[in-house]
């Protein structure tokens, strides 16, 4: 959880919080279990080109 928690703090969320709800209903449906996870998040941000490591 706390891999997670940072990297969506760590996005600047440039849309709105449109933008972080459509993130996270992007996640839940392509997860591969019940619990959203960093790595569940990892095309998002790999998407937008927005993680710095």
């Known amino acids: 959880m706390r891999k ?3 990297k969506i ?3 600047a969320f440039p849309g ?4 972080l709800q459509h993130c996270l209903e992007r ?3 392509m997860a ?3 619990v ?3 790595r569940d998040l990892d095309f998002f ?3 937008r080109g927005s993680e710095n490591n």
């Open 4 to 6: 997670l928690r940072k």
């Open 9 to 11: 703090r760590k996005y």
């Open 16 to 19: 709105n919080i449109r933008e």
């Open 27 to 29: 996640a839940a449906i």
């Open 32 to 34: 591969e279990s019940d």
């Open 36 to 38: 959203i996870t960093a």
């Open 45 to 47: 941000f790999f998407y």
